[in-house]
């Protein structure tokens, strides 16, 4: 059991600050996911946890003890690298124990440790080969493995699986799945700038960006409940349509008259004296449809994308704005050129203003986060 405590953490190289002021608490057992554009820092924050970095400022705690001195080897952490970095001369066995025979372990233990990681990774039939024998992603289970033995406190994982074809991401990343649900008492901590790898795993995503953190929550929540445009637009894909517009009328409901000639009511609530503030609407593609009836936004289709369970519709890609793109279930043929008008449902829109939504303004308190439930067929 480990639990993490990051306070007032930052990292400077020279004049060049790229971390400042990082508060973060992780649970033990916590499988959390740092996720963020290149070069927000979410490698380095990995690293300095390790004590590969040097932490310039603040403090780190694993299990109430201060860290920021102590040697890698004595955290209790073992972290797991983007390139496999297995020793080619070395049987997957023999690469596994390395860390055991430096640190003077017994043969029997060692074997012990390497058949039972040979067995959690179903790598027991390759125990006897070298890595060139392997798959890429047989290779990435025995880096894991390595990790395993060696029984850490803490597990950390810096993109291991983006040297990987999708097909093997797919099948490695239900792995590490599995592996989390069989130490239930382990904590993880991985970086990724895959948005399907955070959805998935984990179990709080943390969102840097511009040298902090953006926000933190579980996957869903940050899905439905993004605390302001950069992570509306960053978790989701396709990103986040914003469309702008002003508040035209208050109260339970608000309604918003869009630049594009739209209409819309937003399950918000505001004040009378927020009347006319100018806002972009934020609506995810995927909650967009067609319809018959009053519009958001409505216009003729320049592209569509056919991709067989979905169809993607572009507006305004000629222009020097970003494109409308609204993803509908299901084949839509012949779309191009055609004008269409779109709708969704009040409550999956967001309200951003001055690029901070609506829902936290003020520092009000939400309630628990409830998923919102898609509607069934029928």
């Not at 020793?87 to 124990?97: E, L, Q, S």
């Not at 939400?366 to 919102?372: F, Q």
């Amino acid at each position: 059991m480990a639990e993490l405590k990051l306070k007032g953490v930052a990292k400077s190289y020279g004049e060049v600050e790229v971390l400042s002021n990082i508060d973060l608490e992780i649970s033990s057992g916590e499988f959390v996911v740092f996720v963020g554009p290149s070069g927000c820092g979410k490698s380095t924050l990995l690293r300095m946890i390790a004590g590969l970095e040097r932490i310039s400022g603040g403090t780190l705690e694993i299990d109430g003890q201060k860290m920021n001195d102590i040697p890698p080897s004595q955290r209790g952490i073992a972290m797991v690298f983007q390139s496999y970095a297995l020793y080619p001369h070395m049987t997957v066995r023999d690469n596994m124990a390395f860390a055991l025979r430096i640190a003077g372990q017994s043969r029997q233990q060692i074997r012990e440790a390497t058949d039972r990681a040979g067995r959690m990774l179903q790598l027991t039939p390759y125990l006897d080969r070298l890595p060139k024998a392997l798959s890429g992603g047989q290779r990435q289970r025995v880096a894991i493995g390595r990790a395993i033995v060696r029984d850490p406190k803490v597990y950390l994982f810096d993109e291991p699986l983006s040297n990987l074809d999708a097909a093997l991401r797919v099948a490695t990343r239900i792995e590490i799945a599995q592996l989390k649900e069989s130490m239930p008492d382990r904590t993880m901590i991985y970086v990724t700038h895959d948005q399907t790898e955070a959805m998935t795993l984990a179990d709080r995503i943390v969102v840097l960006a511009g040298g902090g953190i953006a926000q933190v929550g579980a996957p869903l929540e940050l899905y439905e409940r993004p605390v302001n445009e950069f992570v509306a637009q960053f978790i989701g894909s396709p990103a986040m349509n914003l469309l702008p517009g002003r508040i035209s009328s208050t109260g339970e409901m608000t309604g918003v008259t869009l630049d594009g000639g739209g209409e819309a009511q937003v399950a918000i609530s505001t004040r009378p004296e927020e009347m006319g503030l100018k806002v972009n609407l934020g609506v995810r593609p995927e909650d967009m449809r067609i319809t018959d009836g009053p519009a958001i936004f409505k216009g003729e289709v320049d592209m569509t994308e056919a991709l067989g369970e979905v169809t993607l519709l572009y507006f305004g890609t000629r222009g020097d704005v970003t494109p409308v793109i609204a993803k509908l279930p299901g084949i839509h043929a012949g779309m191009n050129g055609r004008n269409v008008r779109l709708t969704a449902d009040p409550e999956a829109l967001h309200l951003f203003h001055e690029g901070r939504s609506m829902l936290y303004r003020d520092g009000v308190e939400l309630g628990p986060y409830v998923p919102r439930a898609a509607s069934l067929p029928g």
